[in-house]
């Protein structure tokens, strides 16, 4: 037991005195936090609009208004023509087509007539998944208040456009528990390095020849890296309140619970990336190619739903998804990818399967 | 120095008296071990008496890490009986581990931490400990105790591994190659520090491949090759077995001519070296007068004449057909 703290003390001691582990472990991700909110709750979130009128009325005009008023978008006039060579030369996110007609179909629809609906065209770019997304989403909300304005539901009118203003805000709440999701999990798979660093330099082996048990070394390097989660946690998430405005809707234990799931699943990770390296260069080279698809196949920076099928497969089996799923619901209510449940099964799975394999391929020396 | 040596060996000077002190301390029964194709222990036997500094010596990749590694612990013979102060280390490795203290050959330390912290951190990981402080002094350590130990100089690195095989205040110590990359002063100090380790009861097992090192500190040696020992004894034991005569050494430069020096009175044998002649001989003043004679008559005399007994490295010469060189 002494020697478990003692150890433990070491280990930290030497991890707040290694400038580079710092530095990625805990200013990394607050850059990209603070990165990540820049773009999504800054000036960016104002789209760019091309607003093309054919029909030319009092009704259409109208609508524009209410664009301009409510939705985080900028408009810019212009003919069909004159908006395609804008969007292309990237001045405009989207385009807005108000077809001809539009003054006519209202009339006769007030008039009780049970006339055709008029279609409203918005232009995207799906090489932009993102805005083009976000445009959807603002354009079709806003054409369907509009719906319910001309139709006279004019209370739900407000309460709709209150929604489509936090999209903005939505972004960095999709990314921050992202980001903390993360950092957990290069946190774990880093575990690796230290660890073949120790090996290699026969510190392990040094160790071996105390008294020491062995449960005690992968105690102490669990307890470290539990703690570093926790510190993370608290950095990630309290720049995520306090500078960018998220609003933590969760259950704190829950959120907690998670957070120690993920730390532990992705340690054993690294335990396994220990067993199979050789060398500390070896076991850089294999966390780079686990954490590289890890990082862009979970949905942490990339919503799921935006990727084609086949790579959503493959997000099926991988356990960031579930840790970003699972904090995402927890800390911001984002939509479930999966339930907390089976969030937490898969995370557990992960972690059996990997202690398994790290049991019985690590070597000590 | 050896007065002091004596008593601790009587008494157990500040280990006080041990149960198990008048057994062998370390008793290694035919010990194998295999790394794949490459046999590097091959059928290993030997016994270290309470308080003795016993060495094995021999080229590197002779077998002796490995033979010491597993009376550590550290690694299981494929067969063969290794026990440690009375306890099989197969079977009792978690308390002999508490008693003895080790040196491993590559100094294996936490960059990060300073000298104290990393002599505390082990000292915890043991029941009975040595103030560190008395181990920062051991090894002349105090200047450097609040540095890093990664900015430490190649002989402060293997001052502190001494020095961490010292902190559980132990019965039996195994220093690894202690003096490599040391110079000839700091290499010096080192055996200071063995000698008094003895004076305080402890048994030492070492390994070297320095001769030097071997004769001026170790009470018994082992010869060992190719995962064999080849002889056992002291060091004038092992000398004695092989080499009566002594040996008449000057420079071959205006030497007479071997077919000479082979008839002088005394004389078994002559080896010429790179630019010495050496002449063996169990009648030391018949053949240096006959020499003189030789040379006084040529109107010469002999360059840095010398007169020694046969060394450690005759004796592995004579034992491999080999020198025994860095």
Redesign the interface.
Known sequence: MRGLVALTAANLRSFTRDRAALFWTFFFPVIFVILFGTIFAGGSSDYGLGWVDEDGTQPAAMLREAFAANAPVELTDGTLEESRERMSSGELDAILVIPQGLAAAIDAAQGGGGQAPVAVTIITDPSRSGTSQAVQQIATGLVMAANLQLSGATPILTVDLETLQTTGLNSVSFFVPSILAMALMQLGIFAAIPLVEQREKLILKRLNATPLPRWTLVGSNVIVRLLIAAAQTVIIVGIGVAVLGVEVVGNWALIAGFVVLGALSFTAIGYVIASFARTEEAANGMTQIVQLPLMFLSGIFFPLEVMPEWLRGIATFLPLTYLGDALRQTMVGGTPFAPLGVDALVLAGWLVVTLGISARFFRWQ | MSQSVATARGSGATLGARPDATGPVIRVGDVHKAYGSIQAVDGVSFEVAPGEIFGLLGPNGAGKTTTMEMI???HPPDAGTIEVLGLDVRRHA??I??RIG?Q?Q?A??????TVE??L???G????RQRPVDRVIEDLELGEKRAA?TKTLSGGQRQRLSVA?ALVNDPEVVFLDEPTTGLDPAARQGLWQVVRRMQGEGRTILMTTHYMEEAEALCDRLAIMDHGRILDLGTVDELIGRRFQERGVRFLRRDAPPGEQLRGLAGVTRVVEEDDEVVLFTRDVPATVGALLEVTTGAGTEPADLMIRRASLEDVFLDLTGRALRD
């Open positions: 550590e612990g550290l978690p308390q581990k508490h080790v491993l590559t294996a330390l936490y960059p990060q931490l912290e990393l505390s951190l082990f915890s990981f043991y029941a890093q961490l």
